[in-house]
């Protein structure tokens, strides 16, 4: 079942953002992983949003999203997303 790695993201500091973003497709790709959304103005239809980036990023399963959060390559670039950002990251499997 497709599982999906949802995440809310203030970027604070661009410059090491930056390199985790320059490195994290081929991190991504090379777990099965699909970058479905990335917006840091997404449209706040109801509710309340605190203008913080969205990214949904797809995995055929559970198990691949896991291997890929875990994994020595993730680990290594997510040090600079730690450094320039905060996040909340949550994994949910899709229905069907």
Same mark, same amino acid.
């Given at each position: 079942?497709?599982?999906?790695?949802?995440?809310?993201?203030?970027?604070?500091?661009?410059?090491?953002?930056?390199?985790?973003?320059?490195?994290?497709?081929?991190?991504?790709?090379?777990?099965?992983?699909?970058?479905?959304? &990335?917006? =840091?103005?997404?449209?706040?239809? /109801?509710?309340?949003?605190? $203008?913080?980036?969205?990214? !949904?990023?797809?995995?055929?399963?559970?198990?691949?999203?896991?291997?890929?959060?875990? &994994?020595? =390559?993730?680990?290594?670039?997510? /040090?600079?997303?730690?450094? $320039?950002?905060?996040?909340? !990251?949550?994994?949910?499997?899709?229905?069907?």
């Amino acid at each position: 079942m497709t599982a999906y790695v949802v995440a809310r993201v203030a970027i604070h500091d661009r410059e090491p953002y930056g390199r985790y973003a320059a490195g994290f497709m081929p991190v991504l790709r090379q777990y099965g992983g699909r970058l479905l959304v &990335s917006n =840091e103005e997404p449209e706040v239809m /109801e509710g309340d949003w605190d $203008g913080r980036k969205l990214v !949904v990023l797809a995995f055929d399963d559970v198990g691949a999203a896991r291997a890929w959060a875990a &994994s020595p =390559e993730y680990r290594k670039i997510a /040090e600079d997303r730690v450094a $320039g950002s905060d996040a909340i !990251v949550v994994l949910t499997e899709g229905i069907g």
